[in-house]
């Protein structure tokens, strides 16, 4: 019974926001987060805000319960020029 209840809670949500820059060798780095944000449409006023000043933004989000290791798959919510490889 505990199973059937469990499986069907929602697990959080969790929205992120990167943003990158070339380092001196022409390598993106981090410069921006991972930076969670408090809703999906908070991540993208933030990664439009930040795109103007770095080479590359990105915004995104996935189910998530950290504590349990549990990870859904990322969904893309805004990408803004160069930007690293989400894993």
Known sequence: M??????????????????FDPDDDGVLQVV?????QESEERAIRT??????????????SREANPALGEYGEPSTLLVSGDVLAME
């Open 2 to 19: 505990w199973d059937a209840i469990f499986s069907q809670q929602k697990m959080p949500k969790l929205v992120v926001v990167m943003a």
């Open 32 to 36: 921006f987060g991972p930076a969670e």
């Open 47 to 60: 990664a439009n805000a930040l795109a103007p000043k770095h080479a590359g933004v990105i915004a995104w």
